[in-house]
């Protein structure tokens, strides 16, 4: 079954060059959430991704609004993870399966600032780039993740449209929905190409990415997803 048929959120086909992404298919064992620290269009992204010459870029991309784009056909695939990044700070032996990580897998990407940095003096809040920000759209972690005490919320519609995309996935590729609660850090599960959902978090060192946080919806959202054994 393709992922769309089971879904009642928009979902659109983006133009997106054929010559940005690989077309050779291989086993999907794997799900990964991203978030894009971008501001509050998906066209920043893909212009961004149309501009790099070395095929970076997710299938997928969740909007605030909820509207799930398709890049390019999750049969396919582009470099999204940077396992064999010089400064990765996981096991030489996980760092050599470098880009199978990008081909067994299909990326999406949430629109979301990620990180933001709150003034105590000027009482606001700013994105990584410098942008300020509502303070409804700030969420304090008392744990801090990845070094970082505030993140933006992911809005509850974009949170319905992942999980719909989430369960269409795994119903087209077999890959199973369970939550452990180790997806949001550096997880041997998800580096030994166990099958599942993970985060950018669960292949890369705090050094390198931060996203996606554990945010409270999406993990309530996570844990109720149906489960297979
Ligand atoms: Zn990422």
Same mark, same amino acid.
């Given at each position: ?27 999907? $064992? ?5 978030? +894009? /620290?971008? =501001?509050?269009?998906?066209?920043? *992204? #893909? ?72 003034? $105590? ?5 700013? +994105? /990584?780039? =410098?942008?300020?920000?509502?303070? *409804? #759209? ?92």
């Amino acid at each position: 079954m393709i992922y769309r048929q089971t879904l009642t959120v928009p979902v659109e086909r983006v133009d997106f060059p054929s010559t940005q992404y690989r077309h050779e298919t291989y086993e999907k $064992k794997q799900i990964v959430l991203h978030y +894009t /620290a971008s =501001g509050a269009e998906v066209y920043g *992204d #893909l212009h961004h991704w149309r501009k790099t010459a070395s095929r970076i870029a997710t299938a997928f991309i969740v909007d605030r609004n909820g509207v799930i784009h398709e890049v390019f056909e999750p049969t396919k695939w582009a470099y999204h993870l940077g396992v064999g990044l010089r400064d990765n700070k996981v096991l030489l032996k996980y760092k050599q399966n470098g880009s199978l990580y990008d081909q067994h897998s299909i990326g999406i990407e949430i629109d979301n600032y990620g990180y933001l940095k709150y003034d $105590k003096k000027k009482k606001i809040f700013t +994105t /990584a780039y =410098g942008n300020q920000i509502d303070r *409804d #759209l700030a969420q304090h972690y008392l744990v801090k993740h990845r070094g970082h005490e505030w993140y933006e919320v992911f809005p509850v519609i974009q949170v319905e449209g992942v999980k719909q995309l989430l369960i269409g996935l795994s119903n087209q590729f077999s890959i199973p929905l369970n939550y452990y609660g180790d997806e949001f850090d550096v997880c041997t599960r998800a580096l030994e190409f166990e099958k599942g959902v993970f985060t950018h978090n669960s292949y890369v060192s705090a050094n390198l990415r931060t996203d996606i946080p554990p945010d409270p919806r999406i993990v309530e959202m996570w844990m109720n997803l149906p489960k297979s054994a």
